[in-house]
């Protein structure tokens, strides 16, 4: 189910289940790979971030950030 904290992959690249923590300027998201979508098959090194609400994920916008996981 769609809810804060599922992060959409590419399952190539990071398997579905894996424990997943973005950095970018300080900030640390922690989340789980959960969920897939076109883009993130397109580009591999693409991530989304499911937000709370719409207003956030637009404040949140689009980032470089580094992506640990495991």
Do not use: C, F
Request: aromatic fraction near 6%; charged fraction near 25%.
């Amino acid at each position: 189910p769609a809810k804060e904290g599922v992060i959409a992959v590419n399952p190539e690249v990071i398997p579905y289940g894996s424990e997943v923590m973005i950095i970018v300027d300080g900030t640390v998201i922690r989340g789980q790979a959960l969920d897939t979508g076109g883009a993130m098959r397109q580009n591999p090194t693409q991530v989304d971030i499911l937000m709370e609400n719409h207003k956030k994920a637009l404040e949140w916008g689009r980032r470089e950030v580094h992506i640990i996981w495991w």
